[in-house]
């Protein structure tokens, strides 16, 4: 994965929850992202679903399961993203 679109994922994160004691550099790519990790719940789940597609055209699957994994890192949510768009590109609907 691409360091630089964690970073850019980060960043997201932080704006758009108003995490205001939080720098991007700071967030773990790795930990969870709800519960003991960084701690949002699942109203920032659909606000950070909201900036997500606004900013990269990505939509999210109702499927309760693959929201899970999507949402359980920054890791995750970025590969989630990246894989979105290059589909989306590879069908000419970007």
Known sequence: MNDSFELEIKELIV???MLNDI????VD?????FGSGLGL??????????????RYQVKFNSSDRQNRDTFGSVRNL???VSRMRLDAAAKGTT
């Open 29 to 33: 790519s790795v930990a969870p992202l």
């Open 15 to 17: 704006n758009a929850l």
């Open 78 to 80: 970025a590969a989630y």
């Open 23 to 26: 720098k991007p550099e700071q």
């Open 41 to 54: 719940d699942s109203i920032d789940a659909l606000e950070l679903a909201m900036a997500i597609g606004k």
